[in-house]
């Protein structure tokens, strides 16, 4: 075979591997839609002053919309599913070939977990980042050991026996996605409010694990290398239970480390948060009610302890924050039309066609 055959042959097959793989990895458009969020950054703006990092108690908690129109301060969150510590880590690092903000907020619900915990919640956070070493070394530190480095790497080593589970949604986001996220925020306009609140089960040992620490010395020496403010904090949602051992041993972290910490739980009152009306699902995350109270208390707290500058009489700024604050309403009000008429949300995606290279 002469070497032009050879190579329209092996061209050809890259190209079918590739197109086979994005038709066989999931979507998460119309089903486990926080699993689109990690893809999101790549396709936006990379100008923020604050970083995000975390699990769902940031990406369903504060809105970058709200941190804008209030502030004048331009946020993303870069946040999923029970994102483990070492996730927050790598994503941060990923995050930094782009740009550097100057404060970074990192909620530390995720010190509860020193070890890999399952497959499900890895693929939600790391399918979608983009090939780097800093993808490398979240998949080597999140594999449990029924998995592979390999099929992280190329999703279609896991995915390759789908076909008979293809349905309309993989065909209709093959070639490009719809955003779900405003920002890394996912917003839930519905209402549900708290019930009982039991107490948290006792355990055995409140310390948290040697892996858990390690990777927060490491986020906190990544931070102070680049100059960036560590913020950590809690969010004030009621489930899952946070312990006061737990909230000790972060205040003593802080204190040793010159960092500030915020549990906004005991700050609730002054939030003005209503666990009534401010939760969508009986306290364990935010509705937009809450996650805009909750945005506005944090955003005095970034203006005031870190000086960061009201960035809306920058007109460049400014314009692409009034595309994002448009949007931002528009799937407020869709939203609200949907639980009017249906008594629940079917949309979540907000702009069409904004496609979302991997």
């Known amino acids: 075979m002469k070497p032009l055959h050879i190579c329209i042959a092996t061209v050809v097959l890259l190209i079918c591997f590739l197109s086979a793989q994005r038709l066989l990895t999931p979507k998460y458009m119309e089903s486990l839609h926080e699993g689109a969020l990690t893809a999101e950054y790549y396709a936006d703006e990379k100008d923020n002053a604050v970083l995000f990092i975390g699990d769902c108690e940031v990406y369903e908690n504060f809105s970058p919309v709200k941190l804008w129109t209030e502030y004048g301060i331009s946020s993303y969150i870069r946040g999923g599913p029970q994102q483990l510590i070492w996730q927050s880590y790598y994503l941060l690092l990923d ?32 399918d979608g980042m983009r090939l780097s070493s800093a993808k490398l ?9 029924e998995e592979t480095v390999l099929s992280y790497i190329f999703p279609i ?10 349905t309309a949604e993989d065909l209709r986001y093959f070639a490009a996605r719809e955003s779900v996220g405003h920002n890394g925020y996912y917003m839930r306009n519905d209402t549900k409010p708290v019930g009982i609140i039991p107490e948290g089960p006792k355990l055995a040992d409140y310390r948290f694990g040697e892996n858990s620490y390690s990777y927060l ?17 809690k969010a004030p949602t009621i489930y899952p239970h946070w312990y006061s051992e737990w909230d000790a041993q972060m205040q003593s972290y802080a204190d040793e480390h010159g ?25 364990l995350h935010l509705n937009r009610s809450g996650a805009e109270k909750l945005t506005d208390y944090l955003g005095k707290l970034l203006a005031d ?18 595309e994002k604050t448009r949007d931002y309403e528009a799937a407020a009000q869709a939203q609200m039309r949907e639980i009017e008429t249906y008594g629940e949300i079917r949309t979540f995606t907000y702009r069409k066609n904004k496609e979302v290279q991997q």
């Open 95 to 126: 995050t930094l070939r782009y740009e550097t903000p100057e404060v970074v907020v990192f909620n530390v619900l995720s010190m509860k977990y020193a070890a890999p915990q399952s497959e499900a919640y890895n693929r939600l956070n790391l």
């Open 259 to 283: 960092l500030f910490f915020v549990n906004f739980l005991a700050h609730t009152e002054e939030i003005g948060l209503d666990f009534r009306k401010d939760t969508y699902d009986g306290g």
């Open 157 to 166: 080593f896991r995915f390759h026996d789908r076909w008979d589970e293809l």
């Open 217 to 233: 010395d490491k986020i906190t020496a990544l931070c102070e290398s680049k100059g960036i403010d560590l913020l950590l904090i």
């Open 305 to 322: 302890r870190y000086g960061l500058a009201d960035r809306r009489g920058d007109a460049s700024v400014a314009a692409i924050w009034r």
């Open 137 to 145: 070394g979240a998949i080597l530190a999140s594999v449990t050991p």
